[in-house]
């Protein structure tokens, strides 16, 4: 069994990704990287490049292609993007390779907590943690005397008097896209809660009170936020603040920093940030924390793993940091907070969890993204939705063995 891992709308892009960043050697074997689309890994990506023989692909639906890719032989990526959640299908499948020789070999600026072990082994290397935390426009909140929300409903409180003041367009934002993002809304606020996903036989127990009140706290934040609210992914709350016309929205970290680029963004310089809002007065913050970092495919040649893995240390060199220091929550030395960083820091001191990263939690999450937007849209009563989540992963957990 594989243990619990404790840490933290692009589009998709296979060409050489621009050079910024001095390499310190010639890279001769053709190298190929499968990742998600952004900031950060465009920031490692286009260091990794400046060695030559390079090539990425940084789409953020990379996880639907990456057990595909790897699976191939020889795999059609030597490099993958992992996070907490889709490190588990390609390792339990045999798809990725212990790193510890390599690490060993290349690993001597890695810093402890980026070393990624499942039962004693590395098995990826982190380069960062992300979490979502509020992001709210300072001057609006001045300018209306609302205090920086700690709770949801101090968030809805502060959504109904921005709304009434017709200062933005809609005062929240959120990643409600059907799918990923929005079962990805449904665990962080279910575990603000207090829920638990499962029961000791493995059968889903979302069905319950705890469900419903975050069900009817998903609906309740929607109703401030852009009616196409069922499409907006990172990229949409990204854009949606830098064009100004949002207040609030809990936000993924590692998007916040180019808020401040003046080249993109309309609110350089009326950004704040905080901890994730709690689901309850008193409760850890409704947020999940995320690691993202590299691994190596399986299915190459021991000599392919090894020019893959060098030029990935390359990618995250002290120098990359400094460059784009902004960019991300960075574990690669040469990182220093940011003021933009500090709601990050907030979300996990105050004890937000590890997202809980299992083949269960897979199969729920993906049947939460399917059937919640019915309930948001009117379409089925909490309790209805609830109840087909529950019957798409027993199908999806009957025919991964996890129930009899």
Same mark, same amino acid.
């Given at each position: 069994? /594989? +243990?619990?891992?404790?840490?933290?709308?692009?589009?998709?892009?296979?060409?050489?990704?621009?050079?910024?960043?001095?390499?310190?050697?010639?890279?001769?074997?053709?190298?190929?990287?499968?990742? !998600?689309?952004?900031?950060?890994?465009? #920031?490692?990506?286009?260091?990794? !490049?400046?060695?030559?023989? %390079?090539?990425?692909?940084?789409?953020?639906?990379?996880?639907?292609?990456?057990?595909?890719?790897?699976? #191939?032989?020889?795999?059609?990526?030597?490099?993958?993007?992992?996070?907490?959640?889709?490190?588990?299908?390609?390792?339990?499948?045999?798809?990725?390779?212990?790193?510890?020789?390599?690490? #060993?070999?290349?690993? *001597?600026?890695?810093?402890?907590? *980026?070393?990624?072990?499942?039962?004693?082994?590395?098995?990826?290397?982190?380069?960062?943690?992300?979490?979502?935390?509020?992001?709210?426009?300072?001057?609006?909140?001045?300018?209306?005397?609302?205090?920086?929300?700690?709770?949801?409903?101090?968030? $809805?409180?502060?959504?109904?008097? /921005?709304?009434? =003041?017709?200062?933005?367009?809609?005062?929240?934002?959120?990643?409600?896209?059907?799918?990923?993002?929005?079962?990805?809304?449904?665990?962080?606020?279910?575990?603000?809660?207090?829920?638990?996903?499962?029961?000791?036989? @493995?059968?889903?127990?979302?069905?319950?009170?705890?469900?419903?009140?975050? $069900?009817?706290?998903?609906?309740?934040?929607?109703?401030?936020?852009?009616?196409?609210?069922?499409?907006?992914?990172?990229?949409?709350?990204?854009? *949606?603040?830098? *064009?100004?016309?949002?207040?609030?929205?809990?936000?993924? =970290?590692? +998007?916040?920093?180019?808020?401040?680029?003046?080249?993109?963004?309309?609110?350089?310089?009326?950004?704040?940030?905080?901890?994730?809002? =709690?689901?309850?007065?008193?409760?850890?913050?409704?947020?999940?924390?995320?690691?993202?970092?590299?691994?190596?495919?399986?299915?190459?040649?021991?000599?392919?793993?090894?020019?893959?893995?060098?030029?990935?240390?390359?990618?995250?060199?002290?120098?990359?940091?400094?460059?784009? @220091?902004?960019?991300?929550?960075?574990?690669?030395?040469?990182?220093?907070?940011?003021?933009?960083?500090?709601?990050? %820091?907030?979300?996990?001191?105050?004890?937000?969890?590890?997202?809980?990263?299992?083949?269960?939690?897979?199969?729920?999450?993906?049947?939460?993204?399917?059937?919640?937007?019915?309930?948001?849209?009117?379409?089925?009563?909490?309790?209805?939705?609830?109840?087909?989540?529950?019957?798409?992963?027993?199908?999806? !957990?009957?025919?991964?063995?996890?129930?009899?």
């Amino acid at each position: 069994m /594989i +243990r619990k891992l404790i840490l933290a709308a692009g589009i998709s892009l296979l060409a050489s990704v621009s050079a910024h960043a001095e390499c310190s050697y010639k890279n001769d074997t053709p190298i190929k990287l499968l990742a !998600a689309g952004f900031d950060a890994w465009k #920031a490692v990506a286009s260091t990794m !490049a400046e060695c030559g023989n %390079f090539q990425a692909e940084l789409d953020q639906n990379f996880a639907q292609k990456q057990m595909a890719a790897f699976e #191939a032989t020889p795999a059609l990526y030597q490099i993958g993007g992992v996070a907490n959640e889709t490190l588990v299908p390609v390792l339990q499948e045999g798809l990725i390779r212990p790193l510890d020789s390599l690490v #060993a070999k290349y690993g *001597q600026n890695l810093n402890p907590n *980026q070393l990624i072990k499942v039962d004693g082994k590395i098995v990826a290397i982190a380069m960062m943690v992300n979490t979502q935390h509020l992001v709210f426009r300072k001057d609006i909140l001045e300018q209306l005397n609302i205090p920086v929300p700690k709770t949801y409903d101090e968030v $809805l409180a502060a959504a109904k008097k /921005i709304k009434d =003041a017709k200062v933005v367009d809609y005062p929240l934002g959120g990643t409600f896209k059907t799918g990923y993002d929005l079962g990805e809304e449904f665990v962080n606020m279910y575990l603000g809660f207090g829920g638990q996903f499962f029961d000791d036989k @493995n059968m889903a127990t979302i069905d319950n009170d705890k469900g419903v009140k975050t $069900l009817d706290m998903l609906k309740a934040l929607s109703q401030y936020m852009d009616p196409e609210f069922l499409v907006s992914d990172s990229t949409y709350v990204q854009q *949606q603040f830098e *064009q100004g016309k949002i207040a609030m929205a809990n936000f993924w =970290a590692s +998007r916040a920093g180019v808020l401040e680029n003046p080249t993109e963004s309309k609110v350089v310089g009326k950004i704040g940030v905080a901890a994730a809002p =709690a689901a309850y007065p008193g409760g850890k913050p409704a947020a999940t924390l995320w690691w993202d970092g590299m691994t190596i495919a399986s299915h190459i040649s021991d000599a392919d793993a090894d020019a893959a893995f060098r030029l990935g240390m390359e990618g995250m060199k002290p120098e990359m940091v400094k460059a784009h @220091n902004d960019a991300s929550v960075w574990l690669v030395k040469g990182y220093t907070p940011t003021p933009i960083s500090k709601g990050a %820091f907030e979300t996990a001191a105050a004890g937000a969890p590890p997202y809980p990263a299992t083949t269960a939690l897979g199969i729920l999450h993906t049947a939460l993204g399917n059937h919640i937007g019915d309930f948001l849209t009117g379409k089925k009563t909490a309790e209805q939705a609830l109840a087909d989540v529950e019957a798409e992963y027993k199908t999806g !957990a009957t025919e991964k063995g996890l129930l009899k």
